[in-house]
Nanobody, 125 residues
């Protein structure tokens, strides 16, 4: 049984940095696509960054050049390095995993079958 546990959220001022972690247990993450999503109050959940099973990465336009997604297969952990944070980055951040194949679009939340509980990121101006 998969379990994803996020950590690393917090409160920072605009321009600051945070590093989110998502520790996976139950299955080896190196085999699967994973992603970070975020959801602000009153808004829909949106894709932030994805990393496919071949290691290639994808980013939302709003975070390109500021966020970096990576994973440490030895630690079975997914990361999201967030730099130059803006108030509009404030949201709950969730990691997700897709454990089955087929053609899929990393940016759609319905493509993922496992989710973490989320970690809050608050950026003040």
């Amino acid at each position: 049984q998969w379990q994803l546990v996020e950590s690393g959220g917090g409160s920072v001022q605009a321009g600051g940095s945070l590093r989110l972690s998502c520790a996976a247990s139950g299955v080896t993450i190196s085999r699967y696509g994973m992603a970070w999503f975020r959801q602000a109050p009153g808004k829909e959940r949106e894709a932030v960054a994805g990393i496919l099973s071949d290691g290639s990465t994808r980013y939302a336009d709003s975070v390109k050049g500021r966020f970096t997604i990576s994973k440490d297969n030895a630690k079975n952990t997914l990361y999201l390095q967030m730099n130059s944070l803006k108030p509009e980055d404030t949201a709950g951040y969730y990691c997700a995993a897709r454990t089955y194949g087929g053609i899929w679009d990393w940016a759609f939340s319905v493509e993922y079958n496992y989710w973490g509980q989320g970690t809050q990121v608050t950026v003040s101006s």
